[in-house]
């Protein structure tokens, strides 16, 4: 299977990476292909396909929230920047 982010290219779009988050820049991509982006088992899979840290990421803010007891935003923020540091 082509890697999303080929796909995406393929049609004059692209993936901006901002920290954790992603922005899909549409190009020339079809609708049909937006509603199939927007799909969170494909959202994850492209996260992870233009920053492989995705996982280590989300492990450690999960931790932060819950079991250090910070709210969502906190937890991502620290946890980006250990991920970063590493």
Not at 52 to 57: G, L, M, Q, R, S
Not at 68 to 74: I, K, L, M, S, V
């Amino acid at each position: 299977m082509t890697p999303i982010l080929d796909r995406i290219r393929a049609h004059g779009g692209d993936v901006i990476r901002d920290q954790w988050r992603i922005r899909v820049r549409r190009g020339r991509l079809p609708e049909a292909a937006i509603a199939w982006l927007r799909q969170p088992r494909i959202q994850t899979a492209l996260l992870l396909e233009v920053w492989p840290e995705a996982d280590a990421f989300e492990e450690r803010a999960a931790i932060r929230e819950y079991c250090g007891g910070q709210d969502r935003a906190t937890a991502e923020r620290a946890a980006y920047e250990e991920v970063m540091v590493c």
